[in-house]
């Protein structure tokens, strides 16, 4: 018996061990880099004073935004960028807020520089617009009580007024106004804003060519090396509870998917928004819709056979591995693929979200989804979904980088 036992003790030490060691690397794997998120912290402090101090001689005016908190990641980067792009066509300098990292709990907060330094460079951070702007200095003001379609127009002109401080209490860029043609006045100032201030950290753009090398994609369209590539953006996670609210207030597509350089990019019939049908087989597409959006794309860019697939599969939504797998299984089949009438065969490689997330190194975890939208930026084309901010970012980005509404389906 005796030796038995100490086998037994043996293999359970083991397990134990190697249990716990496990574990500790997961959790040093994903454990985002808070020595880099401090140090980035602290430059922005001093850059935000030393940009106040200089102050244009008295002259710099301030605006702070009733900004989104909380929700995903890309909606905070979109209300973040547009309130941005418009704190500098209405003269004022921006007062920029972190982003509040939701996996991590309300409170938990990831310097807004550790994505996008191109919104932090010029403007100040709220802590010091709050030393150089106490609240009985501060004018609190309201944008949107006017039609949607002046709003942008208003708002510039409210905001270049001669206050020093102002305070914007009303959420102007909300749910309902992306939906509308209210936003299309912004597009023009937009298109120019990506191309001149919008920027990935050296984090992330850290990991893109890693990420390009590893999986052999085709650094941009205009380079040689690397497979060519499409883009698929396939939101379904907590999107079929979303749609369907969605088909009950009658929304459609939202900001940039209603832009009308963009109407023939849908796959017909257009949106109607007047049919919850319609708006459900839009925002919560059939595989088979999915799948004869991608072959608009594959049919016109014969050599891309690689098919990059963002998506949102986790834990508690494992699904859309099935749905991602069902999708690659028909579009790696030639006798699908003929049956499309695709010239040169099926697709050979069908890449996801997880594929980048092993190239990812200690501290890293956070860039993901940002990796993703630049990977889908890079392709040969992009198949998204109008009802996504995220599907729509990256439109937006694709076209101030000079592309083509033909290289653009919406499912
Ligand atoms: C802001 O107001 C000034 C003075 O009224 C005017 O000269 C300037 O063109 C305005 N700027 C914008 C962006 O409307
Ligand atoms: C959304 O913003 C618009 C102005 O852009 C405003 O008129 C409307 O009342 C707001 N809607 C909600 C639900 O807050
Ligand atoms: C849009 O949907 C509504 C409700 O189903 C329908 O009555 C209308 O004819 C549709 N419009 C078009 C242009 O198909």
């Known amino acids: 018996m005796f030796p038995h036992r100490l086998t037994l003790i043996r293999i ?10 496990f574990l500790t690397y997961c959790y040093l794997k994903i454990r985002p880099s808070y020595g880099l998120y401090n140090q980035l912290n602290a430059q922005e402090l001093k850059d935000s004073e030393l940009i106040a101090k200089h102050g244009d001689g008295g002259k710099r005016r301030y605006v702070m935004f009733k900004q989104l908190r909380g929700a995903g990641f890309n909606n905070q980067v979109q209300d973040i960028v547009l309130y941005h792009n418009l704190a500098l066509a209405s003269g004022r300098t921006y007062v920029y807020q ?5 996996p991590r709990g309300e409170k938990s907060y990831v310097p807004l520089s550790a994505f996008l330094p191109g919104v932090t460079k010029g403007s100040i951070t709220s802590e010091v617009f709050h030393n150089i702007c106490p609240e009985q200095d501060s004018k609190h003001i309201s944008l949107g009580d006017v039609d949607s379609e002046k709003q942008w127009e208003h708002a510039v002109n409210v905001l270049n007024q001669s206050e020093q401080c102002v305070i914007v209490d009303d959420w102007i860029f909300n749910w309902t106004f992306l939906t509308t043609s209210g936003l299309h006045p912004v597009w023009t100032s937009f298109h120019q804003y990506l191309k001149t201030h919008f920027e990935w950290s050296q984090a992330i753009l850290n990991i893109i060519p890693r990420a390009q090398t590893q ?3 085709r650094p941009t369209p205009k380079s040689t090396t690397g497979d060519p590539y499409i883009a698929l953006h396939l939101r379904r996670g907590d999107f079929e509870n979303h749609c369907k609210s969605l088909s009950e207030t009658q929304m459609g597509f939202t900001t940039w998917a209603t832009l009308p350089s963009l109407h023939s990019s849908t796959l017909p019939p257009p949106l109607n928004t007047s049919s919850t049908t319609s708006i459900l087989t839009h925002c919560y ?33 494992p699904t859309v591995y099935l749905q991602f797998y069902k999708l690659r299984e028909a579009l790696t089949n030639k006798h699908w693929a003929k049956s499309r009438h695709w010239q040169n065969g099926p697709m050979k490689r069908v890449l996801q979200s997880s594929d980048v997330g092993r190239v990812q190194t200690w501290g890293e975890n956070d860039y993901g989804v940002a990796v993703d939208v630049e990977l889908a930026r890079r392709a040969e084309a992009f198949v998204g979904n109008g009802y996504s901010s995220l599907s729509t970012q990256i439109v937006a980005l694709r076209l101030a980088d000079g592309g083509s509404p033909n290289e653009i389906t919406f499912v």
């Open 12 to 21: 359970v030490l083991f397990v134990v061990l190697s249990t716990t060691l």
């Open 98 to 102: 972190p982003f509040v990292w939701r």
């Open 215 to 217: 999986l052999n994609l």
């Open 285 to 317: 597409p059939s595989l088979h819709r999915i799948l004869s959006s991608i072959s608009i794309q594959a049919q016109l860019h014969p050599n891309a056979r690689t098919l990059y697939v963002l998506h949102d599969g986790a834990i508690d939504h």
